[in-house]
Nanobody, 115 residues
């Protein structure tokens, strides 16, 4: 059974930093990423990373966020800097089984940035 568990969310002032972590129980997935959902908005992609370390970022977080993973530990992180109130959202860890077309999601962790 696949489980994704996020941690590291919290309340931070504008301009501050937070680091989110995701621990995966189960197989190692090639495609993993972070998504976020703000109140009243659709879930959106934040960043993705492949097993080889190829990354992709939403334009809104480029230069401020860094995604990384440790394949040996089956974990993934998101280092967030220069946080803005617009970054306030629930952040979700995602793993994709691209062969079967299945998405796995964590329970989400709240990030709140105060102005």
């Amino acid at each position: 059974q696949v489980q994704l568990v996020e941690s590291g969310g919290g309340l931070v002032q504008s301009g501050g930093s937070l680091r989110l972590s995701c621990v995966v129980s189960g197989p190692i997935f090639n495609a993993m990423g972070w998504y976020r959902q703000a109140p009243g908005k659709q879930r959106e992609l934040v960043a993705t990373i492949t097993m080889a370390g190829i990354t992709n970022y939403a334009d809104s977080v480029k230069g401020r966020f860094t995604i990384s993973r440790d394949n040996a530990k089956n974990t993934m992180s998101l280092q967030m800097g220069s946080l803005e109130p617009a970054d306030t959202a629930v952040y979700f860890c995602n793993a994709k089984n691209t062969i079967l077309g299945i998405d796995y999601w964590g329970q989400g962790t709240q990030v709140t940035v105060s102005s």
